[in-house]
C-alpha cells in the first residue's frame, strides 16, 4: 500500500517524497524544498500529537526543536534542524538537513572496524555528545541536553569531501520530548539493549547515563556482539542484566579480536554500574582516546617514508570528525612551470603591496598576471627574518569545506622547517561570493598556488617567491565544490561555518605537525594534501 504522505505538500513548503525510516520515534520523509528552488531535507513527524488543550506540550515541542537547530549550529557533528512546526493532524515535525550515508548499525553488522576507524568514529561521536553536554545558551539560560537514546541507529556517517568519513548524531533531545507526553512519572522510554541502569528506574538522568549507552554501543562496533545479554528480552530482563550482572570480556565475545588494554579499560569503565565509577565527562573519554591514537600512531611511525614516491599520510582531520586519507605528492618546484623562475623574476619585480592592505602580519589570496594569464597566489606579510627561516622547506596544503549552515572553505597552507618549526597560513573562501567561487576555481583549474612574501620592513618590495602544488584529488574537489555552492543554501551567517571551520582546523594541526616532523627533512619540495 502507498504512503499517503508521500506527494504531500507540507506547510506549503515541503514537498514530501518517500518515507526513508521508521522507528518509535517517529517517521522520515526525504521532501524537497521547493521555496529554495527543490533542495533536499529529510522530514522526521514525531509519534505524538499535541492538540490545541496541550500548550505546555506545544511549547515543549518549541523549545525542544529550537534546542536542536542550535546544537546543530554548534557542532559538525549533529545533525541540523532547519525548521519545524505542527501538521492540520497537530502532529509535531521538524526539518533537518539531508544526508546520504550509512548508519552506524548497518556498518556494524557489514563491515568490521579498525582500530584507527573505531577510534575515528568514536571521537566524532563523543564530540557531539560534549557539546550537548555542555549545554546551549536558549533565551540567556545555559541548558545542558541529554540524547537519552545513544545506540548506533542514531549515528550517521556520510562520505565528506574534505573530512572523510563524518559521523552525525540523530535525535537530541526528541526522547525527552516523548517523555513529556505521558502521565507516568517514572515512565521508560529508550532503547532497553542501550540503557543505564538509571535510566531504566526512571530516573532524572545526567551526562553520565549516555556515557553508558556510549560504553554499550563501543563494545558493540569493536566486537560485533553485545556485551550483555539477558535470559529475555523482555524488559525485566534487560532490567536484571543492566543492574546485576557484569560485562562479558571481550576476549569472550570475540575470541580473535586484538585491542590495547587501554580501549578494553576505557570501555569496561564506561559500562560502570554506578555513575559515579563511569567517567564523569565526555572529555575524560576524548582525552583517553587522544592519548590511545597517540601511542598507536607512534607505533606506526616505525615505518618509513619514500620520500621519492607519493605517499599515504593517514592525518586526522579534526579530532572529532575523522581521519582522512592525505595524498604526498613530492614535486620540485621546476616541475610545475617550465617558466617558473623567468616567471617569478617578474614578479618579484612587478608585485606592489596593494594600498587597501595594513603594513601588519597578515595572509590574503590576489590572483596575478603572468605572461597574460592569471595564476593564484597567497600574499604574505611576515618580518623579513620569519621569512628567510623558511625558504628552503616543506610546504602541506589542504584544504577543508562545509556545506552547512553556510558553504565555506578554509585554505591551510604550511611553510615548515625542522629547526625552525611550521608556519601556518590559514585563509577562509565563502563559496557564496564570486571572488570566493573564482579563486577556488582557478586554484582547482591551476592545480599550484604562489606563495608571494613582503617582508615587514620593507613593504613596498616583494622579497621572496615559493610555490606549493595541488594534488589531482584535491584539485578535483575544488571545483566539485565550486559547482556545489551555486545550489547550496545559506541558512545562518558565514560566520557560523568560519567558526566550526577553525574548532576543525585547531584539532587537525597537531597530527599535521607530527607527520611534517615525522618527514625528518627540509627541502625545496613541497607535499600537497
Known amino acids: 500500500m502507498s504512503d499517503p504522505n508521500v506527494g504531500r505538500l507540507l506547510g506549503k513548503r515541503y514537498r514530501l517524497q518517500e518515507i526513508i525510516g521508521t522507528g518509535a520515534m517517529g517517521r522520515v520523509y526525504r521532501a524537497k524544498d521547493v521555496l529554495l528552488g527543490g533542495v533536499p531535507v529529510a522530514v522526521k513527524f514525531l509519534a505524538l500529537s499535541v492538540q490545541n488543550k496541550k500548550m505546555r506540550l506545544r511549547e515543549r515541542f518549541e523549545r525542544e526543536a529550537k534546542t536542536c537547530a542550535l546544537l546543530g549550529q554548534k557542532s559538525i557533528h549533529i545533525v541540523r534542524v532547519m525548521d519545524y512546526g505542527v501538521d492540520e493532524k497537530s502532529t509535531p515535525f521538524y526539518v533537518m538537513e539531508y544526508l546520504q550515508g550509512k548508519s552506524l548499525s548497518h556498518i556494524i553488522r557489514d563491515e568490521k572496524l579498525s582500530l584507527p576507524r573505531f577510534l575515528n568514529l568514536a571521537r566524532q561521536i563523543c564530540l557531539g555528545l560534549q557539546c550537548a ?282 611553510i615548515y622547517h625542522r629547526r625552525f618549526g611550521a608556519k601556518w597560513l590559514p585563509h577562509y573562501l565563502d563559496l557564496k561570493t564570486n571572488t570566493g567561487k573564482d579563486i577556488a576555481t582557478l586554484l582547482g583549474k591551476t592545480g599550484y598556488y604562489r606563495l608571494v612574501f613582503f617582508g615587514r620592513e620593507t613593504p613596498s618590495k616583494c622579497s621572496h617567491i615559493l610555490i606549493s602544488s595541488i594534488a589531482p584529488t584535491q584539485r578535483q574537489r575544488l571545483l566539485d565544490w565550486v559547482n556545489m555552492s551555486h545550489t547550496l543554501p545559506s541558512s545562518a551567517k558565514a560566520q557560523f561555518s568560519k567558526n566550526l571551520l577553525k574548532a576543525e582546523y585547531h584539532k587537525i594541526k597537531p597530527q599535521i605537525l607530527a607527520k611534517l616532523q615525522g618527514m625528518n627533512t627540509d627541502s625545496p619540495f613541497d607535499l600537497s594534501a
Not at 533531545?173 to 512519572?185: E, F, W
Not at 571481550?250 to 569503565?269: D, T
Not at 555513575?275 to 618509513?304: D, F, G, H, M, T
Request: aromatic residues 8%; glycine residues 4%.
Open 133 to 414: 553536554h555542555d549545554g546551549i545558551s536558549v533565551d540567556g539560560k545555559i541548558c545542558p541536553i541529554i540524547h537519552r537514546d545513544i545506540k548506533p541507529s542514531n549515528m550517521l556517517a556520510i562520505k565528506d569531501a574534505s573530512f572523510g568519513e563524518l559521523v552525525k548524531v540523530l535525535d537530541f533531545g526528541i526522547a525527552k520530548l516523548l517523555l513529556s507526553d505521558t502521565q507516568q512519572t517514572n515512565y521508560y522510554l529508550g532503547t532497553l539493549a542501550y540503557s543505564s541502569p538509571e535510566q531504566m528506574e526512571g530516573k532524572e538522568l545526567d551526562n553520565r547515563s549516555d556515557i553508558y549507552s556510549l560504553g554499550v554501543m563501543m563494545f558493540e562496533m569493536l566486537t560485533g556482539k553485545m556485551p550483555l545479554i539477558p535470559e529475555n528480552p523482555s524488559f525485566g530482563g534487560w532490567y536484571k542484566v543492566h543492574h546485576y550482572k557484569e560485562p562479558r570480556l571481550f576476549s569472550e565475545a570475540n575470541p580473535r579480536l586484538q585491542l590495547p588494554i587501554e580501549v578494553e579499560k576505557l570501555v569496561m569503565k564506561c559500562l560502570a554500574k554506578e555513575a559515579n565509577e563511569r567517567p564523569q565527562s565526555i572529555n575524560e573519554i576524548l582525552q583517553e582516546i587522544a592519548s590511545i591514537e597517540q601511542s598507536y600512531q607512534s607505533s606506526q611511525s616505525k615505518v618509513n617514508i619514500d620520500a621519492d614516491a607519493d605517499t599515504e599520510l593517514s592525518l586526522n582531520a579534526q579530532a572529532a570528525a575523522q581521519a582522512p586519507t592525505i595524498k604526498a605528492d613530492f614535486n620540485q618546484d621546476t616541475k610545475l612551470d617550465v617558466n617558473t623562475s623567468a616567471c617569478n623574476e617578474e614578479i618579484l619585480k612587478q608585485a606592489v603591496w596593494p594600498k587597501d592592505k595594513p603594513i601588519a602580519d597578515i595572509v590574503f589570496p590576489q590572483n596575478i598576471q603572468v605572461k597574460g594569464c592569471f595564476t593564484p597566489a597567497l600574499w604574505i606579510m611576515l618580518p623579513q627574518i620569519e621569512i628567510q627561516k623558511r625558504l628552503v622547506s616543506t610546504r602541506y596544503n589542504q584544504f577543508l569545506f562545509i556545506t552547512a549552515p553556510h558553504p565555506m572553505l578554509l585554505w591551510i597552507t604550511v
